[in-house]
């Protein structure tokens, strides 16, 4: 009789039942239940690099209708090839955030009449109109999804494409959303790096050199019988030290990957996976409940 451990790997049910098992490891337990999700609530994934930050702008994909657009898009890979690479991901832009500095939007600091940044590539307007679509965090600093931010680069006649926005390197950072459906599966599947199918698992020989995941991963995944999928998850559970140079280092629910930026736009860490000296970061959240439309 054939079950889902035995089963070919290339059966679809063996598959899935497999990252079921899986996403049941990594969340210690708790099945990977995907509740009636509807307007009001959903699971996502947000991707965060230091790298990204520093070489964001200027940027073809920043424009106006890009970030107010609904169809997700693949964007330009500034790395190259390597496994788990983000660049194989969908990102929906207008449900991304941008974070704009305290001393970029109050002019001040480096911004000020004396700083050495110059003047900001926008004015007060802009400012003031940013501040009524955005989320201000204990810091003062502004997050707004690029769905708010599109129309305002658009009436405000502000470019992020242009060589002017280079200054705005690490003062405008982003927070990529990861293209899912707003279930917990689909939101797991994207950050293993398993979305694609079972044909593009990492494996060990992808590395530098074969390692064991860290405990009590390693002891919690050998318990998975698709061997391709343990191996693969291995390298998304490294201990943080070997993480500095590959793979991913796994926090589960216990810490954000990067910062706690997210909390203050309602989400909650559900899984997190932090890579390279904590440079990057993937976090699967629990969405806020969105207010029923009227």
Same mark, same amino acid.
């Given at each position: ?25 990594? *969340? ?7 509740? &009636? +999700? ?6 996502? +994934? ?28 693949? *964007? ?32 001040? $600091? ?35 999804? $690029?769905?708010? =931010?599109?129309?305002?680069? &658009?009436?405000?006649?502000?470019? *992020? ?48 050199? &074969? ?9 919690? =995944?050998?318990? =998975? ?43 909650? =860490? ?13 976090? +699967? ?10």
């Amino acid at each position: 009789m054939t079950t889902p451990e035995t089963a070919p790997a290339t059966d679809p049910g063996a598959w899935d039942a497999a990252l079921a098992s899986a996403f049941a490891i990594l *969340l210690d337990g708790s099945p990977a239940v995907d509740p &009636a +999700v509807g307007p009001a609530t959903g699971y996502g +994934v947000y991707y965060a690099s230091d790298s990204l930050d520093e070489f964001l702008f200027p940027s073809p994909w920043t424009t106006s209708d890009a970030l107010s657009g609904r169809e997700p898009r693949q *964007l330009p890979d500034p790395d190259g090839e390597y496994p788990f690479s983000p660049w194989t991901w969908r990102f929906d832009l207008g449900g991304s955030l941008f974070r704009f500095d305290a001393d970029l939007l109050a002019g001040t $600091g480096p911004w000020g009449e004396d700083g050495h940044k110059g003047p900001r590539p926008f004015d007060d307007a802009f400012v003031a109109d940013l501040r009524t679509v955005a989320v201000v965090d204990e810091f003062d600093e502004a997050l707004v999804h $690029g769905a708010d =931010l599109g129309p305002l680069l &658009a009436r405000h006649e502000v470019d *992020l494409t242009g060589r002017n926005a280079e200054k705005l390197n690490t003062w405008l950072t982003v927070l990529l959303r990861v293209a899912t459906d707003g279930t917990l599966t689909d939101a797991l599947r994207a950050a293993t790096f398993t979305e694609r199918g079972p044909e593009h698992l990492v494996s060990v020989g992808d590395m530098s050199r &074969a390692r064991e995941a860290a405990e009590p991963w390693e002891e919690r =995944l050998s318990t =998975l019988t698709h061997p391709a999928l343990r191996d693969h998850l291995r390298m998304l559970c490294l201990s943080p030290n070997d993480a500095r140079s590959e793979g991913g280092f796994y926090s589960g629910a216990d810490g954000w990957p990067w910062s706690d930026i997210l909390e203050a736009v309602g989400c909650s =860490l559900v899984a997190g996976w932090g890579f390279g000296e904590s440079q990057a970061g993937t976090a +699967v959240v629990r969405l806020p409940e969105q207010p029923p439309a009227r």
